[in-house]
């Protein structure tokens, strides 16, 4: 069975580099055709894309997000890592790493992990 697990901070400054790690087990992120997508979720609002990376290692971020985001990954852990430069007290949100067929996707047609929380102090 595939499972996901979040893990980082869960207390960032403002203006801080906010990095999250999801461990995954079951299934190896480089199997073909599936993407390692990061999707948040601040209190009162609805879910956010914000960016995935291929099985390939191919990058793919939310245009609104673009200059502050970016997914890294380590094969060799089989983990895979969101960087979001510039918090601020609006990056406040549960934060979900998923696998999904689809690149852009907030359904949970996939794998998904807990979630983790995040609030960003000012």
């Known amino acids: 069975q595939v499972q996901l697990v979040e893990s980082g901070p869960g207390l960032v400054k403002a203006s801080q580099t906010l990095s999250l790690t999801c461990t995954v087990s079951?299934?190896?992120?480089?199997?073909?055709?599936?993407?390692w997508i990061w999707i948040r979720q601040p209190p009162g609002e609805a879910l956010e894309w914000m960016g995935a990376?291929?099985?390939?290692?191919?990058?793919y971020y939310n245009p609104s997000l673009k200059s502050r985001v970016s997914i890294s990954r380590d094969t060799s852990k089989n983990q895979f890592t969101l960087h979001l430069s510039s918090v601020t007290p609006e990056d406040t949100a549960v934060y979900y790493c998923?696998?999904?067929?689809?690149?852009?996707?907030?359904?949970?047609?996939?794998?998904w992990g807990p979630g983790t929380q995040v609030t960003v102090s000012s």
């Open positions: 079951g299934d190896s992120i480089t199997t073909n055709n599936y993407n």
């Open positions: 990376i291929s099985y390939s290692g191919n990058t």
């Open positions: 998923a696998r999904d067929r689809l690149i852009v996707t907030t359904q949970r047609n996939g794998y």
